[in-house]
């Protein structure tokens, strides 16, 4: 089992789970090595870093710029590069630890 059927696993039974992301893509939100702190959500807005599958593939840490309500879900990194559509979230990211000090804080 890889990291992303641990954490999607641990999302659905338990409700919360962690996982490094490693890249760029997120600067300077998330460092790459940053520790995520995932929770399930009943809602997403827009502005949330989210774990989701879009075209077949895992995202780990990316956010959602749009929503609709027939597409769901438009999934971007933090420099415009857009993923795509997808009705498939898992969860929202709601704390970054970076070298052992916080640096995001969603989990209200």
Known sequence: MNKYERLKNELETVGTGKMKAFGSSMLPILKSGTLLTFK???????????????????????????????????????????????????????LGEYENRVIYNKAG
Request: charge should be positive.
């Open 40 to 94: 399930k959500e009943t809602e997403y807005a827009i502005g949330d870093i989210v774990f989701c599958k879009v075209k077949g593939r895992y995202i780990d840490a990316h956010k959602i710029i749009k929503k609709d309500t027939g597409k769901g879900f438009l999934i971007a990194n933090n420099h415009g590069f857009e993923n795509g559509w997808t009705k498939i979230i898992y969860g929202r990211v709601i």
